[in-house]
């Protein structure tokens, strides 16, 4: 199993809580599957507890490690995140370093034979968009670029399935019924992008969250820091993006429901210095969904949400 995401140590308390989290859950998973209770399944991201819930429905019970506005680049397992590790059949994580400062949490796992759903080894490489920096690492935001969720929705599927051989077949009917919203997703984005004119189909946003959509479906998209936001954007590529929206005269650019909102702000007073208005077009959903209750609380919402964001303010008022 590739364990992409390794990174930062766990303090020794953590560590040992997850080793012994590990041996108890090994030992009651085949308890609780014989008594047909639902798999346990702690997912790192909103993303991909979604993705599972839908797959798994009522065989499942799934809780997100990291809630709505958490950035998994920078997030650290705590206590909480041993909580949860103790209660858990399985763990799901993405993988392609998103989480990337889980790296120990999930080498252990392995380790201890712990059953893991890994998305990254679903997902075909030759799709992936590498770091333009580092071309050995690849960008970890694939759920923007529908066509490779649908990927990550067949692994999730064949997993369970794996996992719990006696109702792989609702495993792949509910697969089929996701499938297809996902392709009814795909129009809708196309059609909505379809509103804007070419010269106005350019996203900037506060980290480089967005290259898979903007590759999927013809949008320039550009951020102050890289695939991870764990460095501070460079004064120079404020000043590139602010000449760049100045020439252009994009209409808006974006903050993310995840990513603190001063480096936008900065860009916005740059293009300010430049005789040009840039309007902060409103917040974008980028590596978690949004509050539960609200309709960006699913991964289908919440990238709809996106859209009709993007495309309302790049439009401003045609």
Not at 33 to 50: N, S
Not at 115 to 120: M, N, R, S, W
Not at 152 to 170: C, G, I, Q, R, Y
Request: net charge negative.
């Amino acid at each position: 199993m590739n364990h992409s995401c390794i990174s930062k140590r766990l303090s020794t308390v953590a560590y040992a809580a997850v080793l012994l989290a590990v041996a108890i859950a090994f030992l009651t998973f085949g308890a609780a599957r014989a008594e047909g209770k639902p798999i346990k399944i702690v997912a790192t991201t909103t993303m991909l507890a979604d993705l599972i819930d839908r797959i798994g429905a009522d065989h499942v019970d799934v809780s997100a490690l990291m809630g709505p506005g958490v950035d998994p680049h920078l997030y650290q397992a705590g206590a909480g995140a041993v909580a949860k590790l103790q209660n858990s059949d399985v763990v799901a994580y993405h993988g392609l370093h998103l989480e990337g400062k889980m790296g120990e949490v999930f080498e252990s796992l392995d380790a201890q034979n712990h059953k893991t759903i890994c998305l990254e080894d679903g997902i075909e490489k030759k799709g992936l968009l590498s770091d333009e920096n580092n071309p050995e690492i690849f960008d970890p935001h694939i759920w923007f670029d529908v066509s490779l969720w649908k990927q990550a929705a067949v692994h999730v599927s064949a997993a369970l399935a794996e996992l719990d051989e006696a109702n792989a077949a609702d495993y792949e009917a509910n697969l089929e019924t996701y499938l297809k919203e996902l392709d009814e997703l795909e129009v809708y984005i196309k059609a909505r992008v379809e509103e804007l004119p070419e010269d106005q189909r350019v996203l900037i946003t506060a980290h480089d969250a967005f290259r898979y959509f903007g590759r999927a479906y013809g949008i320039e998209v550009r951020g102050l820091q890289g695939i991870s936001t764990d460095a501070e954007a460079s004064t120079s590529a404020v000043s590139d993006l602010a000449a760049l929206i100045a020439a252009k005269k994009i209409r808006a650019i974006f903050i993310e429901s995840s990513v603190p909102v001063k480096n936008v702000e900065a860009l916005q007073d740059a293009v300010k210095a430049r005789g040009f208005d840039v309007a902060i077009g409103g917040e974008l959903y980028s590596d978690a969904l949004g509050d539960a209750d609200t309709d960006a609380g699913t991964y289908i919402g919440m990238v709809r949400a996106n859209v009709d964001t993007i495309v309302n303010a790049l439009k401003g008022g045609m």
